[in-house]
């Protein structure tokens, strides 16, 4: 099942004494985030009340969040955004919707297991597969042949010995 929210980064630290907070963003591109009008962190909704990117960094003002010590309680915390919000090119997917989905050897089609975790590494993020012992597959195209959201599955080629 598709989340409502997804997550889409991670205050790092604060900026300034009027409660602007710098963000990590977890997208392929940090101006992606700038339309968004609506946030939330910790399951509480706020208003963006202003945004901007510098080189790969977002710089965050929510409505409500005024000084530094505000700021400073949601340092460390995860920024999620309404689905609904979002948009994808056609053909792309949120790495999101690959959790708990089935993987199927798209050479074959026989069913490996289900996707139990998503691992992220600087320059590469890993599907965790439960397929009766642990198996890693790197989100690249030489491996992901296909991600069907709607129907939770992921199509993979494996290459011998995985």
């Keep these: 099942m598709k989340r409502v929210r ?3 980064g991670r205050i790092t630290n604060t900026h300034g004494l009027k409660g602007e907070m710098k963000v990590e963003p977890w997208c392929d591109d940090p101006r992606d985030l700038l339309k968004l009008k609506t946030l939330f962190v910790g399951g509480a909704a706020y208003a963006v009340a202003s945004a ?3 080189g790969n960094l977002l710089y965050l003002k929510l409505a409500g969040v005024d000084t530094l010590e ?3 309680t949601l340092k460390g915390k995860t920024l999620e955004a309404a ?3 979002l948009s994808l090119a056609p053909g792309s997917y949120f790495i999101a919707d690959c959790e708990n989905a089935t993987v199927v050897d798209a050479d074959s089609g026989r069913t490996l297991g289900t996707v139990k975790e998503i691992l992220y590494y600087p320059g590469r993020t890993i599907l965790n597969v439960d397929a009766g012992r642990e198996l890693l597959i790197p989100m690249v195209s030489d491996f992901i042949k296909e991600v069907d959201a709607d129907k939770g599955i992921v199509r993979v080629h494996l290459i011998d010995g995985m």
């Design 52 to 54: 901007r990117t510098a």
């Design 83 to 85: 689905r609904e919000d």
């Design 6 to 8: 997804l997550e889409i």
């Design 70 to 72: 505000m700021a400073q």
